[in-house]
């Protein structure tokens, strides 16, 4: 067995976690032998939080630590055997690799030249060692077998910290891409790497200042995801001010970001061009047309996230350079027609030619910005007909449409005979209702014609769940029944669910 200090990094059953305790558990009846109390990566229902029969032995967050005799645990192997393991006696199939950048995955190509020089390390370029247990026993750099690697990947690991890492990959000049994915690193070095462009990362349970400290040992940093952290607020920017970073992915916080005035703290970096927001829970967005924030963003992504409001998409018009939006599973998008949607969205954003991953062609903004000029033409023409003009109408309308007054000026006058009936508005389509899984509940707005299918998604994002069983519904005008929501292809309205009713996740 492995000398254990508290601390180091184990795993056992596909799980990992941390040492937090060694020694005998007699003293609460349990069998005689070395035990293991371990705080696990993920918590878990039936684990404790270092607590065994009343007797506090280590503290630990909530269901997320048990004992285990300490024989049973794995302890890794160095990296300098996982890959010699790997690619010393590489067979066809251990030759693919992935790598995941926010919510993309890339696949390196080009292993049928590598598997005929199997035996020669120093001609790979590309190593994944994720889910080898990689441990920190030996900090021999890896350039002593791979000098020229330029992408490396220690994803689910069983290094304890930073310093660890940074000696591992001492001396690789040409490494551009470090993915550490699912780990949990302790923060306790100053050391530089440079040439390091791309760094992956996400699910390292990481706050704001651990990602400033961490950025510090990257100089030539350009590329930074961090998603499935528990980053909910942006605590301080100054160390971004000169930063050449142009990518940052904060998509699908644990803690996820619910107010926008946090993101706005990024709005000082000179070169970020690619945003994503995606699976967190941003109700609104406002970006000041006066504001010079985001001067160089190109790209952004706010998929899967709670937006209910037009003004929030016609606020994003101010963004000076965004030419390419994901903005799909949002309720303001849900709430009227999937093509009458993007029609908007493309009418409200001068200069968007991507949204959500489809062209925007000129023929289609052109449609989109005269229909949304006849569609709200009848209210345009009732303000400005009426005499005299009533400023404050003027300025409400102006505030929910902006860029009314350039589509005009683009495609001439309005005649009366142009314009088309006034659609729904958002208020009478949405509902108030809570949703609830076991003893947690959240009130959410949601369309009515949201389907079943659609809403067990938003349930599963909520709750952090895998998958989510059968939904019901309760509402107070009958208090006591039960009504399944049994086809995922209906939408809401089809089950009478109104405002103030309870939707049960089992």
């Keep these: ?34 035990w293991a109390g371990v705080e696990w990566d993920q918590e878990k229902p039936g684990l404790h939080d270092g607590t065994l029969k009343g007797k506090r032995f280590f503290q630990a967050r909530q269901s997320s630590a048990s004992f285990i005799l300490a024989s049973k645990l794995s302890w890794g192997i160095t990296a300098l055997d996982a890959v010699r393991e790997k690619y010393g006696t590489a067979k066809p199939e251990d030759m693919e690799i992935g790598v995941r950048f926010g919510m993309k995955d890339v696949v390196a190509v080009g292993w049928e030249k590598v598997l005929k020089k199997v035996n020669e390390l120093d001609q790979l370029h590309h ?21 020229n690697v330029e992408t490396l990947s220690i994803g689910k690991s069983l290094i304890s910290s930073w310093s660890a890492v940074m000696k591992l990959i001492s001396g690789l000049t040409n490494l551009n891409t470090l993915n550490l994915t699912d780990n949990r690193l302790a923060i306790d070095t100053e050391d530089t790497v440079p040439n390091v462009k791309r760094l992956v990362l996400s699910q390292n349970a990481l706050l704001w200042r651990d990602v400033l400290r961490i950025m510090h040992c990257f100089p030539d940093l350009e590329e930074l995801y961090l998603s499935e952290n528990q980053i909910s607020e942006i605590s301080s920017t100054a160390e971004f001010s000169q930063s050449r970073i142009a990518v940052i992915d904060l998509d699908s916080q644990r803690q996820p970001f ?66 390419n939006l994901k903005i799909n599973s949002n309720p303001i998008l849900e709430s009227v027609p999937p093509e009458t949607a993007r029609q ?43 005499q005299p003009v009533d400023p404050d ?83 107070p005008a009958k208090p006591g029944m039960r009504y399944v929501l049994d086809d995922d292809q209906k939408d809401i309205a089809h089950y009478d669910i109104k405002s103030g009713d309870v939707i049960v996740i089992s």
């Design 258 to 323: 619910s107010d926008w005035n946090e993101i706005l703290k990024l709005g000082d970096m000179p070169n970020l061009r690619t945003l994503q927001l995606s699976g967190n829970q941003f109700r609104s967005i406002l970006v000041s047309p006066s504001a010079a924030i985001f001067r160089s963003l190109t790209h952004l992504t706010l998929r899967l996230n709670e937006i209910a409001d037009w003004r929030s998409i016609s606020s994003l018009n101010h963004l000076p350079r965004l030419e």
């Design 127 to 147: 190593v994944d060692l994720t889910g080898l247990n990689v441990n920190d026993h030996d900090t021999t750099s890896l350039s002593s077998i791979v000098p």
């Design 1 to 34: 067995m492995a000398e254990m200090k508290i601390g180091q990094r184990v795993s056992y059953a596909e799980r990992r976690g941390s040492l937090r305790f060694v020694g005998s558990l007699e003293s609460v009846s349990c069998q005689p032998g070395i």
């Design 393 to 475: 109408r003027l300025a409400a309308f102006l505030a929910e449409h902006p860029r009314y007054q350039a589509i005009l000026g683009k495609f001439g006058p309005l005649e009366a005979g142009e314009v088309q009936s006034a659609p729904k508005q958002l208020k009478d389509s949405l509902i108030k209702v809570t949703l609830q899984f076991e003893e947690k509940r959240q009130e959410k707005s949601l369309p009515l014609t949201i389907t079943v299918m659609k809403l067990k998604r938003i349930a599963e994002r909520l709750f952090r769940l895998p998958e989510t069983g059968q939904l019901w519904y309760s509402t």
């Design 344 to 386: 908007w969205v493309i009418a409200r954003i001068a200069g968007l030619r991507m949204l959500n991953q489809t062209p925007v062609t000129c023929s289609e903004r052109r449609d989109s910005e005269l229909d949304y000029m006849r569609r709200y033409g009848a209210d345009w023409l009732g303000i400005v007909n009426s």
